[in-house]
Nanobody, 114 residues
Framework: VQLQASGGGLVQPGGSLRLACTAS????????IGWYRQVPGRQREMVAT???????NYADSVKGRFTMSRDNFQDAVFLQMSLLKLEDTANYYC?????????WGQGTLVTVSS
């Protein structure tokens, strides 16, 4: 199982970014995928999840601003982030649990700064 996140960068407050996570090594469409984020010195927190039926769940802090989607033909998930705030600055990771083991991508850094 491999997960590769991309799309991070520097953006001003109020701006937008689209993260992508491509997957390989498992039957992608059958598994839930999550986006988490982590700031150094703090615990990793859930941002959004999507299940195999395309149902999504969001942290309260990003509801209405972030949208997660998946493309099972590309074996990829996306996180469209809008109205970004300073506090959205973090490393963003995609994750899935396959056969009882949790896998994480390498992370992509999002920096929101003026």
């Amino acid at each position: 199982v491999q997960l590769q996140a991309s799309g991070g960068g520097l953006v001003q407050p109020g701006g937008s970014l689209r993260l992508a996570c491509t997957a390989s090594g498992f039957m992608f469409g059958q598994y839930d995928i999550g986006w988490y984020r982590q700031v150094p010195g703090r615990q990793r927190e859930m941002v959004a999840t999507i299940d195999s039926s395309f149902n999504t769940n969001y942290a309260d802090s990003v509801k209405g601003r972030f949208t997660m989607s998946r493309d099972n033909f590309q074996d990829a998930v996306f996180l469209q982030m809008s109205l970004l705030k300073l506090e959205d600055t973090a490393n963003y990771y995609c994750t899935t649990t396959h056969r009882g083991r949790t896998f994480w991508g390498q992370g992509t850094l999002v920096t929101v700064s003026s």
